[in-house]
């Protein structure tokens, strides 16, 4: 049965978007404010209650490559200006975002990568010695090589990010029901046709996935494939000490990252190899690991206590950049897919695929992300990216 927010239940939508999260409440959003009409979003769950309400809450646009640079970089901005833009408060901090090389390999792709920061537009310095002291004082200085400090990183706690979305969406006309399972996608004359929710069908002129680690799900639905696999990240936050971090932080060789809130707990986490896939139970294995990580850089952190782990689900892709766009095989099926910094990436996202949905045409940051990018042999290099 349907449990919807208690309005009448619409029949056909002009974009019917499956998932709640950043993505498909930022695609919602930009839909409604350039002037759609009937957009509705559904979700199967609570509010929050993906990987959007579970994340690090880290935001950064530098990146390794051009692709992900542009889109990131763009992304980085738009949450400069969200609050303004949805005229809601995200609580976005600005307060810098630092990628650590312990590793001389590392240390060079660092090296290589500041030309292209700057090429593109990111406010960055590369660092070392004296100028990592100076951003992260409390960091084992003697196990830093370099570093590259972005100065338009930061963090933005997702219960304001979220609140902002959902507030701007329903002030723009945006049709939200959670609690709401879609059971299947319809498929006519090679067009995806109408979702299903139980037993009602809402017909729809486009129909796009946003469902993060049920996107291979939603895909089987339909009859289509897409890259990757459902996987679980995890994340725990220590007991607050005194302000001891400023920035994010991506410890590159570690495939660790963390941050201090203005609480003053410690969060983040790394990513040991083969975990489960579809769990949201958080155990011991990667709270020790990202424990280890912490005492060995940070060795201040060593005797706190651990308040909290969590776990949450993501689309992972074989390059860890994520699927936007049309799907090759079905018209007017898009998707907003295979995130892994879904957070940074959601605003600016929301802005570009509504514009591409809008004009029929991908808008140019979006296409090096294509559905069939692995089928052509065009996947994403990216040597900076930590999970
Ligand atoms: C522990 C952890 C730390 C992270 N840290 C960061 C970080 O610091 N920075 C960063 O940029 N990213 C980070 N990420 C990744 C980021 O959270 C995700 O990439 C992002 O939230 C994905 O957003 P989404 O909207 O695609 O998916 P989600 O937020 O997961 O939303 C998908 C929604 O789809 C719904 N759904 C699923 N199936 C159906 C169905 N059949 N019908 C209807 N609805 C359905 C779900 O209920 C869910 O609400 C982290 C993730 C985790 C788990």
Not at 53 to 63: A, E, P, S
Not at 171 to 194: C, H, K, L, S
Not at 350 to 366: P, Q, T
Request: charged share 20%.
């Amino acid at each position: 049965m349907m449990q919807g927010q208690g309005a009448a239940w619409p029949t056909r939508a002009s974009v019917v978007i499956v998932g709640g999260g950043i993505q498909g409440l930022a695609c919602a959003f930009n839909l409604a404010r350039s002037g759609s009409k009937g957009v509705l979003v559904l979700d199967a769950g609570y509010w929050q209650g993906g990987a959007s309400g579970r994340n690090g809450t880290l935001v950064r646009g530098g990146f390794g490559s051009q692709a992900w640079i542009e889109l990131f970089e763009f992304s980085t901005r738009c949450w400069q200006d969200l609050s303004s833009t949805l005229g809601h408060n995200t609580m976005f901090s600005r307060r810098g975002y630092t990628m650590v090389a312990e590793t001389e390999r590392t240390a060079g792709v660092l090296e290589d990568t500041i030309h292209l920061h700057h090429q593109y537009g990111v406010r960055a310095k590369l660092l070392s010695g004296r100028g990592v002291r100076r951003v992260l004082p409390a960091i084992r200085q003697d196990k830093v090589l370099n570093a590259i400090h972005l100065a338009d990183g930061g963090v933005a706690p997702h219960h304001a990010g979220m609140k902002a979305f959902h507030a701007a969406c329903i002030e723009a006309g945006v049709d939200i029901r959670y609690r709401t399972r879609v059971t299947g996608i319809e498929r006519q004359n090679g067009r995806a046709t109408a979702v299903l929710v139980g037993d009602h069908r809402i017909e729809a002129e486009t129909i796009v996935v946003a469902a993060g680690g049920f996107n291979l799900a939603l895909a089987e639905m339909v009859g289509v494939t897409v890259p990757g696999h459902s996987m679980r990240i995890e994340a725990m936050a220590l007991e607050p000490i005194r302000p001891l971090i400023g920035p994010g932080i991506a410890l590159i060789d570690s495939l660790c990252y963390m941050h201090q809130t203005a609480r003053g707990e410690v969060v983040g986490g790394t990513e040991v190899p083969e975990r489960p896939r579809m769990s949201l139970s958080a155990d011991f294995p990667v709270l020790a690991r990202t424990a280890g990580v912490y005492a060995r850089l940070f060795p201040q952190l060593a005797d706190l206590r651990i308040l909290r782990h969590w776990a949450g689900l993501i689309h992972a892709t074989p390059d860890w950049a994520p699927l936007i766009g049309p799907h090759p095989d079905l018209r007017d099926l898009w998707f907003s897919a295979g995130w892994s910094y879904g957070w940074t990436g959601g605003p600016g996202t929301g802005v570009l695929l509504a514009r591409s949905i809008l004009e029929g045409k991908v808008e140019r940051r979006l296409q090096p992300f294509a559905l069939d990018r692995f089928a052509r042999g065009a996947a994403l290099v990216d040597k900076t990216i930590v999970m």
